[in-house]
């Protein structure tokens, strides 16, 4: 039967050893990686942005909640969709549609004439677009990549996701003290670049399972399930699933913390009248420490259990944030966000890894968006929260990371009494319960 994932690449047989000289694959990375280090850019400038045109925190924190909570609630959808319809046009359309949005908000801050509203409206905007046309990427990576080589292609994603971090914030630090419309236009380029790319990649069929001009048994072929059925499907497989349920409870307090941190800070520096490019510095430390924690992190899930590590890296989250209860100092506050991501690599590769390659190819998209919606709706609700904490009088900073090493603290003991403890090492997943 041939199927979305199956190409002359595929073949256990004839497909390359090394990932990047499959053609495909290397065109997916380019893309994927324009449309991340313009996510990057645009998610470093809004909390600024929106403080420079309102003077309030709460705004510039509610405007951050705004497009993570809009995009997250339409990812489940955008999943759907990336499981129904050509997930190469899907990302054509995600780069054009940033092209677009970037440009237009260049234009209205470059002349001075953006509002607060508009640029309320033109964030939403990106959240919708995010939502609808995002999953697409994530979706489409199975159908390229050997099933063989799936884990070093995740192991690759985790290296990248780790130089962005590195290089996003001073980048974005550096365009925004030049001009803030800078890094919108920094945005629509490597938007043009993600469509461009996208553009080449292999035709494919719908989800219908087929390759285009193979119909095999097409007498025979069942008319495909409604976008409502296969929506619901997509909810119903995964809140079924006992590991991913824990996984999700995990996720969504621990994502409330790692906003929380993340916004609370950058808002904050902000306030105490911070450069620009020493606030983007944050993320670059940030960055280098989870570079370092993904070159490690193959070894590290080899060698430790999945569910051991889990526990590991939430313990060190708490552990690092205990210190900003006490003091904002730049170099304290540099030194323990770069701790909480040095573990988090491992994490990912481990406990994403073993959900995403349980799970059947043809709801790659539902699965995923269902799981990133459920744990980062909370979470996208935190900065607006933030923001309240640090302008009310007799809250503050202080309050932010209360609330931060609360929801750490629960992270970690839920990963202590819930099914995920028992992810074991790789060689035994498809022995180990879903």
């Known amino acids: 039967m041939n199927t979305d994932t199956i190409s002359p690449t595929h073949s256990p047989d004839t497909h390359p050893r090394s990932l990047w000289r499959i053609r495909a694959y290397r065109n997916w990375f380019a893309a994927d990686t324009a449309d991340v280090v313009a996510v990057s850019l645009r998610t470093f400038a809004i909390p600024l942005v ?40 899907l990302m054509i359309a995600l780069g054009v549609t940033g092209m677009l949005l970037s440009a237009a908000t260049t234009a209205l801050l470059a002349t001075s004439t953006m509002t607060t509203v508009m640029f309320a409206v033109l964030v939403a905007l990106f959240a919708v677009m995010n939502g609808l046309l995002g999953p697409s990427n994530d979706a489409m990576l199975k159908s390229l990549v050997p099933m063989d080589r799936f884990a070093k292609a995740q192991a690759i994603r985790e290296a990248r996701e780790s130089c962005v971090e590195l ?14 419309w800078c890094t919108f236009l920094a945005s629509a380029v490597l938007y043009l670049i993600a469509a461009v790319t996208a553009a080449v990649l292999p035709k494919r069929s719908p989800q219908s399972g087929t390759e285009t001009g193979q119909s095999g048994d097409g007498d025979r072929q069942e008319a495909a399930p409604s976008f409502l059925a296969q929506f619901a499907e997509g909810w119903r497989w995964t809140l079924s699933r006992r590991t991913i349920l824990a996984a999700i409870a995990q996720g969504a307090v621990v994502n409330i913390a790692c906003y929380g941190s993340i916004v609370g800070v950058q808002i904050m520096l902000a306030q105490h009248g911070t450069d620009a490019a020493l606030i983007g510095l944050v993320g670059t430390a940030t960055g280098a420490c989870a570079l370092i924690g993904s070159l490690m992190a193959g070894w590290l899930v080899d060698h430790i259990p999945t569910g051991r590590l889990i526990i590991l890296a939430f313990a060190v989250l708490t552990a690092a944030m205990i210190p900003l209860l006490f003091t904002s100092s730049y170099v304290v506050v540099v030194a323990c966000m770069g701790c909480t991501s040095l573990l988090f690599p491992a994490l990912n590769a481990g406990e994403l890894g073993f959900i995403f390659g349980r799970t059947p190819d043809d709801m790659q998209g539902r699965v995923s968006t269902v799981f990133e919606t459920t744990i980062g709706v909370p979470g996208a609700l935190t900065p607006a929260l933030v923001g309240w904490l640090l302008q009310a009088p007799g809250f503050g900073f202080r309050a932010v990371m209360m609330l931060v090493v609360v929801c750490a603290t629960a992270g970690l003991v839920l990963a202590c009494i819930t099914p995920t403890r028992h992810i074991p090492l790789p060689s035994q997943w498809e022995q180990a319960e879903l």
Not at 167 to 180: C, D, F, K, Q, W
């Open 50 to 89: 929106g403080l420079a045109l309102s003077g309030s925190p709460f705004v510039a924190g509610l405007l951050v909640t705004v497009e993570s909570t809009i995009g997250l609630v339409l990812m489940s959808v955008g999943g759907a969709i990336a499981d129904r319809h050509d997930r190469r046009r």
């Open 167 to 180: 290089s996003g914030g001073a980048i974005g630090g550096l365009l925004y003290r030049v001009a803030g």
